[in-house]
């Protein structure tokens, strides 16, 4: 009966180291270690909204911010990484359209793809905090996965493409305590690219946000729009005011293509931008 009992337990005790590692190998990498810096919410599972219009899976609450990292075949590494925030309007995040799709792409283009699931609904400035602390995680791990750690840049669209251009104006804003030695490392991208901008008109009489604080460090960006986006104004804003500032900024406005398109077939916009893209990251990397 004892070797019965023995037996067991080592079967149980060998499931949960197994187990354990599983969790440890994982591509998924929780942001915050202990408590989440300004949240009074419980830690949980990602909440997923019961609206998949357009076939598209939307995040409507996110406790516990991640990171989801989508590595190329070592054949194509190129040892740069690209942090994605999907957009939403700071209320959902449209994860698998302007997240994971976008990550599998660019991985299969020799980047390390980095999908961010930040804070919402209506998180404003936890948003921004877990860009910051993403970024700075990619870098602290940068050795480990082989990454240039002078290639570490942000992709976002609409609301996430905001979220990347207020990191790439506001890595200096410390936003939260430090709470270990990864926080001491800068949270300044290489390079944001922007794909249907979203809320960067917001100053006064349809100016630059004003939270968006250009100066001579500002990363280059890429800006891709269409002129029937309503948001449109934003693209224009943003590369008016990055070259007015001296930044390297290549923006393309298209005639048509809406808003909200991912890399899917069938909108003539979703199929220009990832290759102007590709090319632009080419030749700045």
């Known amino acids: 009966m004892k070797n019965c009992i023995s037996i067991l337990a080592l079967l149980f005790l060998t499931n949960f180291i197994a187990a354990q590692n599983t969790t440890?190998?994982?591509?998924?990498?929780?942001?915050?270690?202990?408590?989440?810096?300004?949240?009074?919410?419980?830690?949980?599972?990602?909440?997923?909204?019961?609206?998949?219009?357009?076939?598209?899976?939307?995040?409507?609450?996110?406790?516990?911010?991640?990171?989801?990292?989508?590595?190329?075949?070592?054949?194509?590494?190129?040892?740069?990484?690209?942090?994605?925030?999907?957009?939403?309007?700071?209320?959902?995040?449209?994860?698998?359209?302007?997240?994971?799709?976008?990550?599998?792409?660019?991985?299969?283009?020799?980047?390390?793809?980095?999908?961010?699931?930040?804070?919402?609904?209506?998180?404003?400035?936890?948003?921004?905090?877990?860009?910051?602390?993403?970024?700075?995680?990619?870098?602290?791990?940068?050795?480990?996965?082989?990454?240039?750690?002078?290639?570490?840049?942000?992709?976002?669209?609409?609301?996430?493409?905001s979220l990347s251009a207020r990191l790439s104006t506001n890595y200096n804003n410390s936003l939260y305590p430090k709470i270990d030695e990864i926080d001491s490392l800068s949270a300044k991208p290489a390079f944001a690219v922007l794909i249907y901008p979203a809320f960067l008109d917001e100053g006064p009489n349809d100016s630059l946000t004003t939270e968006l604080k250009l100066d001579k460090e500002t990363p280059p960006m890429f800006i891709f729009a269409t002129s029937d986006d309503p948001f449109a104004n934003s693209a224009l804003v943003m590369a008016s005011s990055l070259r007015n500032n001296k930044t390297p900024v290549e923006l393309h406005l298209y005639p048509d293509g809406g808003h909200g398109y991912g890399l899917r077939n069938g909108n003539v916009a979703a199929e220009k931008w990832p290759l102007l893209v590709e090319e632009w990251l080419a030749s700045f990397l």
């Open 24 to 161: 440890l190998d994982s591509n998924v990498i929780d942001l915050w270690p202990y408590k989440v810096p300004g949240a009074t919410e419980k830690k949980q599972d990602p909440l997923f909204s019961k609206d998949t219009t357009n076939n598209v899976k939307r995040i409507s609450v996110v406790t516990n911010p991640r990171i989801t990292i989508f590595k190329p075949e070592k054949s194509k590494k190129n040892g740069a990484s690209i942090i994605i925030s999907p957009g939403g309007g700071y209320h959902i995040l449209a994860i698998d359209l302007e997240g994971f799709e976008i990550a599998k792409w660019l991985a299969k283009k020799g980047y390390t793809a980095i999908v961010l699931e930040y804070r919402v609904p209506q998180n404003y400035d936890g948003a921004l905090m877990d860009l910051q602390r993403a970024l700075r995680i990619v870098k602290s791990n940068a050795e480990k996965w082989q990454l240039d750690s002078s290639k570490i840049g942000v992709l976002g669209f609409s609301a996430g493409a």
